[in-house]
């Protein structure tokens, strides 16, 4: 979602300085990137760490590779982190003055809820700077099916494409 976001946002808001102290769009996506990469060098030390970025002079075609390669090794630590028994991966190091987590769902929903925090931080501050995303690139970001398809994923395991209404009884249903 952050490479559609990046690939569509209007150059002219990659820098623009927003209101107040609040950081640019650039820096925002610096930050996520660069964030990611403290947690795999804490957690996961064995994984390859990605550089960091410098937000003062990152290009969005530099972020959009730089957060690619964070994603993979997140995905990596995870996947070696929620993959049972045996894993590298033992504990969750959010920065290195909080303390650790043990690995599992809680892992993720924190990795996420950064991830997703900052996004709404994007979008807003492209509609406030004037450079609001098309409607259909801002509500994309909500067509899981259609991403995962564009990833090459099937999409959830176990769900058909098109969900079946379920009976109600009495009435009659529409297939």
Known sequence: ??????????PAAWRAKPPGKARSIAAIFTHVHNVRTKWVR???PHLKVPAQLNRANCTPQ???AALA???ARCAEMLAEALGGPGSRVETFWR???ARPWPVGPEMLCYMLTH???HRGQVCMLARQLGFPFPTDV???IWNWEKLWKECGASGVAGLS???????????????
């Open 42 to 44: 804490l957690t996961a």
């Open 138 to 140: 801002a509500s994309g």
């Open 115 to 117: 991830e997703a925090h």
């Open 69 to 71: 390669e964070s994603a």
């Open 62 to 64: 530099q972020a959009r």
């Open 1 to 10: 979602m952050n490479q559609v976001l990046i690939e569509h946002l209007d």
């Open 161 to 175: 494409a098109a969900p079946r209404a379920r009976p109600i009884e009495g009435k009659a249903t529409v297939p």
């Open 95 to 97: 920065d290195g003055w």
